[in-house]
C-alpha cells in the first residue's frame, strides 16, 4: 500500500512541476458545435483573462461553458471527464 501512495504522490509532482495535460470537448448545446470533428478531444490549456478562457482547438478559443474538460493522466486510461453542463 506504501509502494502505491508513494507512486501516487511521485505522478502528483511531476503533474505539478510540468502541468497537467487537458483536453476539451465542444458540448452539442455550444454554438461552436460545428467546429471540427464532432466528439474529437483537443489539447487545451486555461488562460487568465476574460470569458474565452480555454484556448486551443479549431477555434481557438471557447467559454467554459462551450467546452467539457478532460484531464490525462497517463497513456494507459482514457482522459477523465472533470466538468460537466448545467
Not at 502541468?19 to 465542444?26: N, P, S
Not at 454554438?31 to 478562457?53: H, S
Amino acid at each position: 500500500m506504501r509502494e502505491e501512495f508513494a507512486a501516487i504522490e511521485a505522478r502528483q509532482a511531476v503533474l505539478t512541476e510540468d502541468g497537467q495535460k487537458l483536453l476539451a470537448r465542444i458540448r452539442p448545446t455550444s454554438k461552436y458545435f460545428g467546429q471540427g470533428d464532432e466528439g474529437t478531444l483537443f489539447p487545451v490549456c486555461i488562460g487568465p483573462a476574460g470569458e474565452y478562457c480555454v484556448l486551443g482547438g479549431p477555434g481557438g478559443q471557447y467559454r467554459l461553458s462551450d467546452v467539457d474538460l478532460f484531464a490525462a493522466f497517463d497513456d494507459k486510461r482514457p482522459p477523465t471527464q472533470i466538468s460537466f453542463a448545467n
